[in-house]
């Protein structure tokens, strides 16, 4: 049996769509649904159960001898949150107590980290595991910030006193674009965001830039499609000698023009571009470059290639935002 929490959410509900594809569980998610639509991120699964965070550790319990693994993707994801307190109660006190559960249950565990650990990026993008390492880097926002809050603490063999789930794996995703994000909001991905006004024929809209070494648009990120996120993870499901905390992107950044101009061919639209001004909320906290070293990921044994911006982007437009039902 297999866990995922956070499997009726964006990269969750991928992960259990490649699961069932790859003829893996019985899969298990952990989630809410509310009132709109997030629903429709599972409608296509066939789920062995699906339980409230609430209900969450009774079950594991109820079934700890059966179950192999769990995909902890749930969190409080919104950067611009503000509620210190409830970020860290969902994103590093669940999370710890979730690892200690896991490990003394010998279940494997793999969670998502998050590339927002590394804030405006000045101490590199390296998944250096070393506490030295994890010290240097100050995340932006109490979201980034409780990511790297665990992944700090599971990583300090002296507060663990060396005991860890039987295989482990914290992934720093970067910036992850793809189907079954309608959900959230201002949190989803800038393509996504894009698409109305490009398919309308629109401009793109992006912000301008504040610092003189980036050009209008040319704030660059590591953009990474969600179904190379979703075989990563099943490669280290397959591959349970593998342990440790790794980025998750494709190692190239682009900029966010190259992101806009994707969209527009993608649509079969000459490009077109406005810049607005960066909003009050982001001047400070914003990051201009972003871009994994995918180096320890390699060496761990991973091979397959990552999908370009221009080929993950045309099939987000081709087989999700421009059908009827963009839903994976």
């Known amino acids: 049996m297999l866990v995922v929490t956070g499997g009726a959410g964006f990269i969750g509900s991928n992960l259990v769509a490649g699961l069932e594809e790859a003829g893996l569980g019985p899969v298990v998610v ?16 066939a789920l062995w159960d699906l339980i409230p965070p609430e209900e969450l550790f009774r079950y594991l319990d109820r079934h700890a001898g059966e179950i192999d693994c769990v995909f902890h993707m749930g969190a409080v994801s919104e950067t611009t949150e503000t509620d210190a307190d409830l970020i860290v109660t969902n994103n590093f006190r669940l999370t710890l107590d979730l690892w200690e559960w896991c490990t003394r249950t010998a279940t494997r565990m793999i969670y998502a980290s998050s590339a927002a650990t590394y804030g405006d990026g000045s101490a590199g993008f390296d998944d250096d595991p070393s506490p030295g390492a994890l010290a240097a880097l100050r995340p932006l926002n109490p979201y980034g910030w409780s990511k790297h809050l665990f992944d700090r603490r599971i ?16 992934l720093k995703f970067f910036n992850v674009y793809g189907p079954n994000e309608y959900h959230k909001g201002e949190m ?21 830039s504040d610092l003189p070494d980036y050009p209008d648009g040319g704030q660059m990120r590591d953009f990474v499609w969600v179904g190379d996120c979703v075989d990563v993870m099943i490669w280290l499901y397959g591959h349970p000698q593998v ?12 900029t966010w023009n ?33 871009q994994a070293r995918m180096d320890r990921l390699r060496a761990a044994g991973y091979t397959a290639p990552f999908t370009s911006l221009e080929e993950g ?12 039902d963009p839903y994976r």
């Not at 993608?266 to 400070?284: N, Q, S």
């Open 313 to 324: 982007v045309a099939r987000y437009v081709r087989d999700y935002l421009a059908t009827p």
């Open 188 to 208: 989803r991905s800038v393509a996504c965001k894009m698409w109305p006004a490009i398919a309308a024929g629109e401009p793109a809209r992006l912000f301008a």
């Open 30 to 45: 952990c989630d809410r649904l509310g009132r709109g639509e997030k629903w429709r991120n599972l409608g296509k699964r």
């Open 155 to 170: 990583l300090q063999g002296g507060m663990t006193g060396g005991r860890r789930p039987r295989q482990w794996a914290g």
């Open 258 to 290: 190259d992101l806009a101009c994707a969209l527009s061919i993608a649509t079969g639209r000459a490009p077109a571009i406005e810049y607005v001004p960066m909003p009050d909320v982001l001047r400070g906290r914003y990051q201009y470059f972003t």
């Open 243 to 254: 342990s440790g905390l790794f980025n998750l992107g494709t190692g190239h950044a682009r």
